[in-house]
T-cell receptor, first 112, second 114 residues
Framework: QKEVEQNSGPLSVPEGAIASLNCTYS??????FFWYRQYSGKSPELIMS????GDKEDGRFTAQLNKASQYVSLLIRDSQPSDSATYLC????????????FGTGTQLKVEL | DGGITQSPKYLFRKEGQNVTLSCEQN?????MYWYRQDPGQGLRLIYY???????QKGDIAEGYSVSREKKESFPLTVTSAQKNPTAFYLC?????????????FGDGTRLSIL
């Protein structure tokens, strides 16, 4: 069973701080990873994709992938109250076609 | 605008009744997916289809059925055999091109038992 693990939180950070969200996975043969943001009562929204080791930056968001250690992280710089949401980590694993395996999500709260 | 449309937004099912959730996309995506989300849990895959007239079971297919007669449409039927249908149902689609294609979601349908 391919698994993606996330701390459910809540993770509380003050406004303007860096929020660090982490995700570990069980399959070394994983291919691609995605971070989704889900506001309460809404559907997930794709915010970052990462396919190779290293960092990928997009605006205030940086995704980091370390395949040797089997973890993925998402950094949110200059956190805003509007970033308060649940962040879902998802991976595509070898032999799985394009099926995503989701973690249970980390709730982020950005406090004024 | 291109996107994924799910309907209805809210649906109520009576005991012993089958209900069908609609999912339509105009993104010209080949692959479509159905997920179920329960409170405090991640998304679990029900069924997926990578091409018209073909679909595969996901992790929790029991009590559900699908069809894929058109590229744009992937309806999900929740049958009376699904004893705990109350959940948030999400439809997604992606382009066909290997594992690097991200999935994009519709707005979801909330199903409850009357």
């Amino acid at each position: 069973q391919k698994e993606v693990e996330q701390n459910s939180g809540p993770l509380s950070v003050p406004e303007g701080a860096i929020a660090s969200l982490n995700c570990t996975y069980s399959d070394r043969g994983s291919q691609s990873f995605f971070w989704y943001r889900q506001y309460s009562g809404k559907s997930p929204e794709l915010i970052m994709s990462i396919y190779s080791n290293g960092d990928k930056e997009d605006g205030r968001f940086t995704a980091q992938l370390n395949k040797a250690s089997q973890y993925v992280s998402l950094l949110i710089r200059d956190s805003q109250p509007s970033d308060s949401a649940t962040y879902l980590c998802a991976g595509v694993f070898t032999g799985g076609g394009n099926k995503l395996t989701f973690g249970t999500g980390t709730q982020l709260k950005v406090e004024l | 605008d291109g996107g994924i449309t799910q309907s209805p937004k809210y649906l109520f099912r009576k005991e012993g009744q089958n209900v069908t959730l609609s999912c339509e996309q105009n993104l010209n995506h080949d692959a479509m997916y159905w997920y179920r989300q329960d409170p405090g849990q991640g998304l679990r895959l029900i069924y997926y289809s990578q091409i018209v007239n073909d679909f595969q079971k996901g992790d929790i297919a029991e009590g559900y059925s699908v069809s894929r007669e058109k590229k744009e449409s992937f309806p999900l039927t929740v049958t009376s055999a699904q004893k705990n249908p109350t959940a948030f149902y999400l439809c997604a689609s992606s382009g066909f091109g290997g594992n690097n294609q991200p999935q994009h979601f519709g707005d979801g349908t909330r199903l409850s038992i009357l």
